[in-house]
């Protein structure tokens, strides 16, 4: 099946600085990959997509100045928390579009960031 | 209209039972109803899918169920197990609309008892 990987898998960063996070898609290119943001219980929420070779598609409420999201190569696409905050800390999912048609996406392990 | 409704929140099914797990949608543009299975500290994993051009899919123990009329899909899991236990979620996409993005529900937490 479809592997997509994140690293780090767990981070822990000081207030103000910044942390990049990678998603890659091992054995497939993926045109079209996912962030995701999940609080504890909650249901995954869509931050933004990101297409290989153009601009990243933000969600409403989601400040693209803060989370800024690069999609360089076909299977690679990185989430960089910019002056990270206390508030920014939650589980950082990605996922990848199949490029095989039937809307298929499959999603990383997760990363976990903590900002203290 | 985006939405898509799950229920119920958390569910605790002996082992051996059968696990239902339901969702409501209300966007009729959507095309792709996928299921996903998450642990604690995990990322999804996708279960099963479905299109609105059939009624019933089984792999194994799990079956989803669609009503197109009713806007409504559902997760049967057959003799459900421990390991069964984890957070179900399920989501919707618009297909035709190219994007991929996916709608999900509020998660359903599934405890299998021994």
């Known amino acids: 099946g479809a592997v997509v990987s994140q690293h780090p898998s767990r981070v822990i960063c000081k207030s103000g600085t910044s942390v990049k996070i990678e998603c890659r898609s091992l054995?497939?290119?993926?045109?079209?990959m996912f962030w995701y943001r999940q609080f504890p219980k909650q249901s995954l929420m869509l931050m933004a997509t990101?297409?290989?070779?153009?601009?990243?598609?933000?969600e409403q409420g989601v400040e693209k100045d803060k989370f800024l999201i690069n999609h360089a190569s076909l299977t690679l696409s990185t989430l960089t928390v910019t002056s990270a905050h206390p508030e920014d800390s939650s589980f950082y999912i990605c996922?990848?579009?199949?490029?095989?048609?039937?809307?298929?996406?499959?999603f990383g392990p997760g990363t976990r960031l903590t900002v203290t | 209209q985006q939405q898509v409704k799950q229920s119920p929140q958390s569910l605790i099914v002996q082992k051996g039972g059968i696990s239902i797990i339901n969702c409501a949608y209300e966007n009729t543009a959507f095309d792709y109803f996928p299921w996903y299975q998450q642990f604690p500290g995990k990322g999804p994993a996708l279960l099963i899918a479905?299109?609105?051009?059939?009624s019933e899919k089984k792999e194994g123990r799990f079956t989803i169920s669609f009503n197109k009329s009713a806007k409504q899909f559902s997760l049967h899991i057959m003799d459900s197990q421990p390991g069964d236990s984890a957070t179900y979620f399920c989501?919707?996409?618009?297909?035709?609309?190219?994007?991929?993005?996916?709608?999900f529900g509020q998660g359903t937490t599934l405890q299998v008892k021994p």
């Open positions: 054995d497939f290119q993926a045109t079209t």
């Open positions: 990101s297409n290989e070779g153009s601009k990243a598609t933000y």
């Open positions: 989501a919707a996409s618009k297909g035709s609309s190219n994007t991929g993005k996916l709608i």
């Open positions: 479905i299109r609105p051009d059939v």
């Open positions: 996922s990848a579009l199949s490029p095989l048609g039937a809307y298929e996406q499959y």
